[in-house]
């Protein structure tokens, strides 16, 4: 039996680094009180030697592991294609049933939505703004949030406190 007790993040990794490593700042803290298991330290889903749909298959074992989903959502999410299995080398001869046409962003939502898995989005921006978002998951969330704020002194910092509210929404029934 597989205990579903970890949080699965999704994000454009290369753009949207910083606000996936503050996510993780904040959860590994003591002083904050965000806390959650990461799905991802069950295995790596990247790697640089396997094809797109092996990716796939091993991000979705870490789905099945997983409680909850959180989509950072940043300028290029919408448009990534990193992941389509058309541009893989592998993609004449691949089997697995994991071979689509989405990138891996647009594929962990459609899982996510398809496994009834409670949804955050949270927006590496001061703004919410949804035409931004995953088509798949933007009606189904149960909170979208901010991420960056700015100060009294116009500079920007990111909105733990915004984060926070989001993370609560989770625990909720529907």
């Known amino acids: 039996m597989i205990y579903r007790t970890r949080t699965y993040i999704a994000a454009d990794w290369t ?17 904050w009180g965000l806390t959650f298991g ?30 909850f989903f959180v989509l950072i959502v ?3 999410t919408k448009s ?5 299995c058309m541009y893989c080398k592998a993609y004449s001869y691949c089997q697995y049933t994991y071979k689509t046409n989405k ?5 962990e939502c459609d899982y996510a939505v398809r496994n009834n898995l409670p949804i955050i989005v949270l927006y590496n921006s001061t703004t919410i703004d949804k035409s931004k978002c995953i088509d798949s998951v933007v009606k189904v969330a149960k909170a979208h949030a901010k991420m ?3 100060g009294t002194d116009n500079k920007l910092y990111w909105d733990y406190q915004s984060v926070k509210d989001a993370f609560d929404k989770l625990a909720m029934p529907i």
């Open 15 to 31: 753009d949207d680094k910083d606000a996936v490593d503050q996510l993780m700042k904040w959860n590994s803290s003591k002083h």
């Open 38 to 67: 990461d799905a991802h330290e069950l295995s790596q889903c990247l790697s640089d030697d396997t094809n797109n749909c092996n990716i796939k298959k091993n991000c979705s074992q870490n789905f099945d592991h997983s409680k």
């Open 74 to 76: 940043g300028d290029k």
């Open 80 to 84: 990534l294609r990193s992941g389509y």
């Open 103 to 107: 990138s891996y962003v647009e594929y």
């Open 148 to 150: 960056v704020m700015y």
